[in-house]
């Protein structure tokens, strides 16, 4: 699946060359693409053990997400651009810390939290609660205006 360049091999020993930043970048789009839905960071920590370390791959993802070639999921996975849509985040109670703080609030904002325990696909969750929150504004105007 990976494809890292091999320098040296014998009986008892494979030797590879460290990929580049970009070859990491692409190779984390590339294991999501495949993988065919959004992949918590212990999945990529575990996958890239003794290819990239935690820092360095930490600093990957953030540049992704910081380039919008990767999201941040209410629940701490992350996905390419269109795979949010029909994602259902996992139930956690355990709070999601981003790695991109701002990217994080700018697409979910406030929401985070209900949109793990609505237990809906998130395209379906935000649409629900964009029209909720349309709704709420609009009472408010009218009484308001009394």
Do not use: C, H
């Not at 008892?12 to 789009?29: H, M, N, Q």
């Not at 904002?109 to 696909?121: D, E, F, H, I, V």
């Not at 998130?122 to 029209?131: D, I, N, P, T, Y």
């Amino acid at each position: 699946m990976m494809r890292i360049k091999k320098l040296y091999e014998d009986v008892d020993l494979e030797v590879f060359k460290a990929p580049t930043e970009e070859e990491l970048e692409s190779l984390i789009k590339e294991i999501i693409k495949s993988n065919g839905r959004p992949m918590m960071w212990k999945e990529l920590r575990e996958l890239f053990a003794g290819i990239a370390g935690e820092d360095r791959l930490r600093k990957v993802l953030i540049r992704l997400i910081e380039r919008d070639e990767l999201i941040e999921l209410p629940d701490g996975a992350l996905a390419l651009p269109g795979m949010e849509q029909d994602y259902i985040p996992r139930k956690t109670t355990k709070r999601v810390r981003p790695l991109v703080p701002s990217k994080f609030r700018e697409r979910w904002g406030n929401l985070a939290a209900r949109l793990r325990k609505a237990g809906l696909p998130l395209g379906e969750a935000m649409k629900q609660f964009r029209s909720f929150s349309i709704a709420e504004e609009e009472q408010e105007e009218l009484f308001e205006e009394e």
